[in-house]
T-cell receptor
Framework: DTGVSQNPRHKITKRGQNVTFRCDPISEHNRLYWYRQTLGQGPEFLTYFQNEAQLEKSRLLSDRFSAERPKGSFSTLEIQRTEQGDSAMYLC?????????????FGPGTRLTVT | AQTVTQSQPEMSVQEAETVTLSCTYDTSESDYYLFWYKQPPSRQMILVIRQEAYKQQNATENRFSVNFQKAAKSFSLKISDSQLGDAAMYFCAYRSGDNNDMRFGAGTRLTVKP
């Protein structure tokens, strides 16, 4: 069990560019979550997958954001036409559906800076 | 909508002493879970302790314990015998029994003084 991994760890991009982040959950976990964390704040929920199905999306997830989990394993989060307000830490977490109150295991995050 | 409030942006404690971090939440639901997560500087968030709302007994994990006051919607974290490695941001989080999105507070930065 190597934990949740995220790549890249840091991304600097110019406004208007597209970026894509990857998350590899713990191998047996069927639930995967994306959060956004801005400086000095707690994480905010963006979206959640159970296996390959995207079951919940926050209103924070604008049309410029899209997430996929094509084979129920790794997930990608793409941001199109980035804006300076997108600068944040993007966290991925995974869990087992078996336990309703189960722990979400977090990855180290991808820090996005939009210049 | 459920909200989580951490009213202490920063706290400090002397090594080996006890500190309590406060958290209040707002919900109309009866089925939910509460969590305390620790986020060390530049490191990933890890779960410290979890409390099921239906359980009256306060959760305990080694030096960490909670004071869960359901009627008051309060969920404080007590850290006993504080260690230098306890220095981190601590986030209180709420999750409904039926939903999967977790609501986090703004966090409390804990400093441990040697």
């Amino acid at each position: 069990d190597t934990g949740v991994s995220q790549n890249p760890r840091h991304k600097i991009t110019k406004r208007g560019q597209n970026v894509t982040f990857r998350c590899d959950p713990i191998s047996e976990h069927n639930r995967l979550y994306w959060y956004r964390q801005t400086l000095g704040q707690g994480p905010e929920f963006l979206t959640y997958f159970q296996n390959e199905a995207q079951l919940e999306k926050s209103r924070l997830l604008s049309d410029r954001f899209s997430a996929e989990r094509p084979k129920g394993s790794f997930s990608t989060l793409e941001i199109q036409r980035t804006e300076q307000g997108d600068s944040a830490m993007y966290l991925c977490a995974s869990s087992l559906a078996r336990y309703r109150g189960g722990e979400q295991y977090f990855g180290p995050g991808t820090r996005l800076t939009v210049t | 909508a459920q909200t989580v409030t951490q009213s202490q942006p920063e706290m400090s404690v002397q090594e080996a002493e006890t500190v309590t971090l406060s958290c209040t939440y707002d919900t109309s639901e009866s089925d939910y879970y509460l969590f305390w997560y620790k986020q060390p500087p530049s490191r990933q968030m890890i779960l410290v302790i979890r409390q099921e709302a239906y359980k009256q007994q306060n959760a305990t994990e080694n030096r960490f314990s909670v004071n869960f006051q359901k009627a008051a919607k309060s969920f404080s974290l007590k850290i006993s015998d504080s260690q230098l490695g306890d220095a981190a941001m601590y986030f209180c989080a709420y999750r409904s029994g039926d939903n999967n999105d977790m609501r986090f507070g703004a966090g409390t930065r804990l400093t441990v003084k040697p």
